[in-house]
């Protein structure tokens, strides 16, 4: 028991050096550090479009002499490449896969792949949003499987498996 006590009071002790610690260095460059903060409109007129859900700083893509923004917009299935130093569009790109694959979820700066001196960009679509998942009958009777979620054999036997194993247990 001692043991136990002295684990826990060694791991509140590491705990409250982290938080100084961290304390310490928010403080510090609380004094370095200016945070300005710029309102960007949605240049995307789809509703739900999700726009600023993922962004990414890019070097000077368009040679104006300031970092360009890489800014996703999953509802939409849209990217969106903005300048800068004025927010204005520079590009706009479309899921090439079609829609509802969520393109725009993740966005990120990829650096100079294909060596042509400006930056490339990586974007992320998960794909589209699955429907809900079948929990297994617990107690019978039992409504048959929906035929949607049966697309293979092996998940309609694991479904039944696992509805065997929750009877089991109410027993």
């Known amino acids: 028991m001692t043991h136990q006590r002295f684990r826990i009071v060694r791991l509140l002790g590491a705990c409250l050096v982290a ?35 993922s962004v ?6 368009n040679g104006d002499g300031a ?3 890489i800014v996703g917009a999953p509802g939409a299935d849209r990217v ?26 993740t966005v990120a700066n990829a650096g100079d792949v294909n060596g042509d001196g400006v930056d490339d960009i ?4 998960p794909g589209p949003v699955p429907g809900p998942l079948p929990l297994p009958c617990a107690l019978p009777p039992c409504p048959p499987p929906d035929p949607a979620f049966a697309d293979t054999e092996r998940r309609v036997r694991r479904i039944r498996r696992l509805g065997r194993v929750a009877r089991r247990c109410q027993r």
Request: glycine share 14%; proline share 4%.
């Open 67 to 69: 970092g360009d923004l």
């Open 56 to 61: 990414a700083g890019l070097g000077d893509v």
């Open 80 to 105: 969106f490449m903005l300048s800068g130093a004025t927010l204005a569009v520079l590009r706009t790109m479309v899921d090439p896969n079609g829609t509802g694959n969520l393109f725009g979820y």
């Open 19 to 53: 938080a100084l610690v961290a304390l310490t260095a928010h403080v510090v460059a609380a004094a370095v550090l200016r945070v300005t903060v710029l309102p960007i409109s949605t240049p995307t007129s789809v509703a739900g479009a999700r726009f600023g859900e």
């Open 122 to 125: 990586a974007v992320g679509a």
